[in-house]
C-alpha cells in the first residue's frame, strides 16, 4: 500500500502541474496513470477502470474546493449561472456513474481512450469556440449539465473540458468561464465519489482500504500534493509558452490513449 501512496503523491504532483498550467482537470492524466498503477499491483482487472475513475473523482473535491475560493475571491465566479447548470450536473454525474457500472473494463477503457484523443486533437489544434454567438435559451442549461455530469462521471474528470466551451459558446468571457467550470467540478466530484462509493458496496474482491470503487491510499497521495503544485502550475502558465507546451501535452495525451487502448 505504501509505494502506491508514494506512486500517486507523485502523480498528484504531475497532475497539479498540469491543471494549473494548461487550466484543465487533473482527472485527464490521473485515471490512466491510476489504470496502469492498478494493473501493475494485481488489482481484479474487471475492477481496474471502475475504480481509476471513482478515485479520480474523490482527488478533485480538495482542487475544486481550492479552485473556487481562489476564483471567488477574485469576482470571476457567476454563481447565478453555477446554480442554472448545478441540476443538470448533479442529475448527469448520477447517470453517468450508474452506466459507467454498465460497461465492461475494455468498453470503459474504449470510451477514456476516445475521449483523451479528442482532447488531445482540441489542444494540438488549439480549437476554441467562438464567442459573441446568441445565447442559448436557459432550458439548454440542464441538457448541458446533464451531458457535462455523464460523460465526465464515466471518464473520471471534473468537466472543464466539456464545461469551458459550452460557456464560451453561449457568450461567455474565458475568465467567467474557468472560473464557473471550477464550481462545476465540485457537483461532479461530490455526486461521482457518492454515487461510486454506492455503487461499488458489497462488489467481490475489492482491495483492502477501498470505499465503494475509491481507492483511499491513491485518493490521500494525490490530494497531499496536488493542491501544492496547481499554484505553481497557474504562475508557469504566465511565464512559459502556453500554445506550444500545449501541443506537447497534446502528444501526451495521444500517446496515453494508444497505450490505453492497447494495453
Avoid at 497532475?15 to 501493475?40: E, R, S, W
Amino acid at each position: 500500500m505504501l509505494d502506491i501512496i508514494i506512486a500517486s503523491a507523485c502523480l498528484g504532483l504531475v497532475a497539479g502541474l498540469l491543471a494549473g498550467l494548461f487550466g484543465i482537470g487533473g482527472g485527464l492524466v490521473i485515471v490512466p496513470v491510476l489504470a496502469f498503477v492498478f494493473t501493475a499491483h494485481g488489482f481484479p482487472s474487471e475492477l481496474i477502470m471502475m475504480m481509476a475513475i471513482a478515485t479520480s473523482l474523490a482527488t478533485i473535491i480538495l482542487t475544486a474546493l481550492s479552485s473556487i475560493y481562489t476564483h471567488h475571491r477574485l469576482g470571476a465566479v457567476l454563481w447565478q449561472k453555477v446554480f442554472k447548470l448545478s441540476p443538470g450536473i448533479i442529475v448527469g454525474t448520477a447517470i453517468g456513474a450508474f452506466l459507467a457500472k454498465q460497461l465492461s473494463t475494455d468498453g470503459l477503457k474504449l470510451l477514456l481512450g476516445v475521449f483523451l484523443v479528442y482532447v488531445g486533437l482540441q489542444m494540438a489544434l488549439q480549437f476554441q469556440p467562438k464567442q459573441g454567438r446568441k445565447a442559448l435559451a436557459g432550458f439548454w442549461d440542464f441538457f448541458a449539465g446533464n451531458v457535462i455530469g455523464l460523460l465526465s462521471a464515466m471518464v473520471g474528470i471534473g468537466g472543464g473540458t466539456l464545461t469551458v466551451p459550452y460557456l464560451l459558446y453561449n457568450q461567455l468571457p474565458m475568465r467567467n468561464a474557468v472560473a464557473i467550470s471550477s464550481a462545476c467540478g465540485l457537483p461532479i466530484a461530490i455526486i461521482g465519489t457518492l454515487s461510486y462509493t454506492w455503487l461499488g458496496q458489497n462488489t467481490p474482491n475489492l482491495p483492502s482500504w477501498s470505499l465503494g470503487y475509491i481507492y483511499l491510499p491513491a485518493v490521500l497521495g494525490i490530494s497531499l500534493t496536488s493542491i501544492f503544485t496547481a499554484p505553481v502550475g497557474a504562475w508557469l502558465a504566465n511565464k512559459l509558452p502556453a500554445k506550444q507546451l500545449k501541443r506537447y501535452f497534446s502528444i501526451l495525451l495521444l500517446v496515453m490513449a494508444v497505450k490505453l487502448l492497447i494495453y
